[in-house]
T-cell receptor, first 110, second 113 residues
Framework: DGGITQSPKYLFRKEGQNVTLSCEQN?????MYWYRQDPGQGLRLIYY???????QKGDIAEGYSVSREKKESFPLTVTSAQKNPTAFYLC?????????FGQGTRLTVV | AQSVTQLDSQVPVFEEAPVELRCNYS??????LFWYVQYPNQGLQLLLK??????LVKGINGFEAEFNKSQTSFHLRKPSVHISDTAEYFC???????????FGSGTKLNVKP
């Protein structure tokens, strides 16, 4: 089935540790996005990539890093520099006129 | 940069009543407009989109929205809601280069029996 797969669905991290969230798509979309969702704040853009080996910071990139080595994959690393990482993270991809979303990863810092 | 305003954070409504969820955006340049629905702990599902053409857009599950360029609005409507419509709804806007998608803060629709 075509779609966007985010893994894992739930993730727990100890303070001070880096953690990587996976996002894979088999829709052959050029563009991919990472959003963070907090209650009452909607979706805020962390990073986006329009093409392989290129990506741009979104509105809240501090404490996060990404890579885009393959068209299908856009992993997000939450570093220890992110002060408040507990949130729901959504990955999306786009063919240029509409965004398709994964099911999200809920990250909890313990 | 665009900003998207959803004035109502929560909308309670009785089953079979009509509902309107409001969305306004900031820029009058050429835009694409979207409504997404999110059920708890899930991703976003596209309800409908406006890219061009008719300003009245019909989507899934009986929803529709009207693009009003002069008022920079894209309100979502349904003539008769069902319990299963209980969810959070997000309005989104993209400029026509589609580099970024801007989301509103969401409206929680609570349909009561």
């Amino acid at each position: 089935d075509g779609g966007i797969t985010q893994s894992p669905k739930y993730l727990f991290r100890k303070e001070g540790q880096n953690v990587t969230l996976s996002c894979e798509q088999n829709l052959n979309h050029d563009a991919m996005y990472w959003y963070r969702q907090d209650p009452g704040q909607g979706l805020r853009l962390i990073y986006y990539s329009q093409i392989v080996n290129d990506f741009q910071k979104g509105d809240i990139a501090e404490g996060y890093s990404v890579s885009r080595e393959k068209k299908e994959s856009f992993p997000l690393t939450v570093t220890s520099a992110q002060k408040n990482p507990t949130a729901f993270y959504l990955c999306a991809s786009s063919p240029g006129y509409e965004a398709f979303f994964g099911q999200g990863t809920r990250l909890t810092v313990v | 940069a665009q900003s998207v305003t959803q004035l109502d954070s929560q909308v309670p409504v009785f089953e079979e009543a009509p509902v309107e969820l409001r969305c306004n955006y900031s820029s009058s340049v050429s835009v694409y407009l979207f409504w997404y629905v999110q059920y708890p702990n899930q991703g976003l599902q596209l309800l409908l989109k406006y890219l061009s053409g008719s300003t009245l857009v019909k989507g899934i599950n009986g929803f529709e929205a009207e693009f009003n360029k002069s008022q920079t609005s894209f309100h979502l409507r349904k003539p008769s809601v069902h319990i299963s419509d209980t969810a959070e709804y997000f309005c989104a806007v993209s400029e026509d280069n589609f580099n970024k998608i801007y989301f509103g803060s969401g409206t929680k629709l609570n349909v009561k029996p």
